[in-house]
């Protein structure tokens, strides 16, 4: 089994941050590329950002310049550092990842449970 455990959500002021946090536990041979989602009320889910294996990024242009993504591999573990929060960045963040179980396995994709992230005064 595969599991996705995300943490870090609450509620926050606009303007102040947020820091969740991604563990993939479970029989892992191998993690692929990484991401966060998110999903307002009455929205349909949508990328955030996502992070390749060696490094590399991308970002959703509403939170470019104020959201970074990182992940420590010996870890298994995806961050999201989110800054200068907005109202309009509430919503369940949904952590998501390519996991190949055994050598002999295809990447599947698994998403975390959800962490509600909330922006309000």
């Known amino acids: 089994q595969v599991q996705l455990v995300e943490s870090g959500g609450g509620l926050v002021q606009p303007g102040g941050s947020l820091r969740l946090s991604c563990a993939a536990s479970?029989?892992?041979?191998?993690?692929?590329?990484m991401g966060w989602y998110r999903q307002a009320p009455g929205k349909q889910r949508e990328l955030v950002a996502t992070i390749a294996k060696g490094g590399s990024t991308n970002y959703a242009d509403s939170v470019k310049g104020r959201f970074t993504i990182s992940r420590d591999n010996a870890k298994n573990t995806v961050y999201l550092q989110m800054n200068s929060l907005k109202p309009e960045d509430t919503a369940v963040y949904y952590c998501?990842?390519?996991?190949?179980?055994?050598?002999?396995?295809?990447?599947?994709?698994?998403w975390g449970q959800g962490t509600q992230v909330t922006v309000s005064s």
């Open positions: 479970g029989s892992i041979f191998s993690i692929n590329a």
């Open positions: 998501n990842a390519d996991i190949k179980r055994g050598w002999y396995d295809l990447f599947n994709n698994y």
